[in-house]
């Protein structure tokens, strides 16, 4: 995959770097003082490898960019999955290892940079939201991210919220279906489990296929829409708790127009007050790009 340069240079005041850690893909990009994006690449996990690998090969990459764009490295961020603490990761199941790596530690030795900042990935893509996309004149602010997993991230006052533990929005683990404690939500609606659903309806492409496929009455769209119902019940709470201004949906499965209308019919149908709910303008980017922010606000540049 080739790289993709901007055009404008960094030139002599440095760089800011930012990598964005899935359970399947890894972006790494390399921004400006102002955060604007020069150069970024995106490499599969390959998690079932596990997460030293990953973490090699993403430190790689970045290097790579870093050496490619020129110019010293004032600050890195860094998007990860699960709960971030200095000695390790906490509810980051879909890459086996990744619970051991001390990611700010490796960060700062792999590349010899002094600043780095490090947090949950859907944070991450939160903070973006508020400083550069859809949040920035809406609060509080709900950010729905539904990728290999599904979380969702707070924002108040111009701020992500974190929780006592930093483990708020891992509405993943909520109680779905079934007699208590019945099963994970992520076990219900995420893109692995869209993608078990797909192989156990015989339909190629995963998710994606399943969606496609959903776009027509049928079995395909009956058992895609009892998983979205699952995920609205919980989001519908979500909603009655925060009062949202703005519902932001992030992820390679939020990309669906089938999903995104179940779900936006599905809350407004019940919500005494509805919220905007609206697809992040950054595809795929908005975890980089917050990671890019993490960066930029560690120096204060």
Same mark, same amino acid.
């Given at each position: 995959?080739?790289?993709q340069?901007?055009?404008?240079?960094?030139g002599?005041?440095?760089?800011?770097?930012?990598?964005?850690?899935?359970?399947?893909?890894?972006?790494?990009?390399v921004a400006? !003082?102002?955060?604007?994006l020069l150069?970024? #690449?995106r490499?599969?996990t390959?998690?079932?490898r596990g997460?030293?690998?990953?973490? /090699?090969?993403?430190?790689?990459?970045?290097?790579?960019?870093?050496?490619?764009?020129?110019?010293?490295?004032?600050a890195?961020?860094?998007a990860?999955?699960?709960?971030? !603490?200095?000695d390790?990761?906490?509810l980051?199941?879909?890459?086996?290892?990744?619970?051991?790596?001390?990611?700010?530690?490796?960060?700062?030795?792999?590349?010899?940079?002094?600043?780095v900042a490090?947090?949950?990935?859907?944070n991450?893509?939160a903070?973006?939201?508020?400083r550069?996309?859809?949040? !920035?004149?809406?609060?509080?602010g709900?950010?729905?991210?539904?990728?290999?997993?599904?979380?969702?991230a707070?924002? &108040?006052g111009?701020?992500?919220?974190?929780?006592h533990?930093?483990?708020?929005g891992?509405?993943?683990?909520a109680?779905?279906g079934?007699?208590?404690?019945?099963?994970?939500?992520?076990l219900?609606?995420?893109g !692995?489990a869209l993608d078990r659903?797909?192989?156990?309806l015989?339909?190629a492409?995963g998710?994606?296929?399943?969606?496609?496929?959903?776009?027509?009455?049928?079995?395909?769209r009956?058992?895609?829409?009892?998983? &979205? /119902?699952?995920?609205?019940?919980?989001?519908?709470?979500?909603?009655?708790?925060?009062?949202p201004? #703005?519902?932001?949906l992030?992820?390679?499965?939020?990309?669906?127009a089938?999903i995104?209308g179940?779900?936006?019919?599905?809350l407004?149908? &019940?919500?005494?007050?509805?919220?905007?709910?609206?697809l992040s303008?950054?595809?795929?980017d908005?975890?980089?790009l917050?990671a890019v922010?993490?960066?930029r606000?560690?120096?204060?540049?």
């Open positions: 995959m080739s790289v340069v901007a055009g404008v240079r960094a002599v005041d440095g760089l800011l770097l930012g990598i964005d850690f899935g359970g399947t893909k890894m972006a790494v990009g400006d !003082r102002q955060g604007r150069a970024r #690449r490499i599969p390959y998690a079932e997460a030293p690998q990953a973490l /090699d090969r993403a430190l790689n990459l970045a290097a790579e960019l870093v050496a490619g764009v020129g110019g010293p490295l004032l890195a961020g860094v990860s999955p699960g709960v971030v !603490r200095p390790g990761i906490d980051a199941p879909n890459v086996p290892g990744w619970e051991l790596l001390r990611l700010a530690e490796a960060v700062r030795d792999g590349l010899d940079v002094a600043a490090v947090d949950n990935d859907l991450a893509a903070l973006a939201e508020l550069i996309g859809a949040l !920035r004149d809406a609060d509080p709900l950010v729905v991210g539904i990728g290999t997993g599904v979380a969702a707070v924002t &108040v111009g701020s992500v919220l974190a929780g533990r930093g483990a708020a891992e509405i993943g683990y109680v779905a079934g007699p208590w404690p019945g099963t994970m939500l992520e219900d609606f995420s !692995r659903l797909a192989e156990e015989g339909l492409g998710a994606a296929g399943l969606a496609g496929a959903a776009e027509h009455p049928g079995a395909a009956d058992a895609l829409t009892a998983r &979205v /119902d699952e995920l609205a019940r919980h989001l519908v709470t979500c909603c009655l708790l925060l009062d201004a #703005r519902v932001v992030v992820g390679g499965v939020a990309g669906s089938v995104r179940l779900l936006v019919d599905r407004a149908e &019940v919500l005494p007050h509805r919220p905007d709910v609206v303008a950054f595809a795929d908005a975890a980089l917050g922010t993490l960066a606000e560690a120096v204060h540049v």
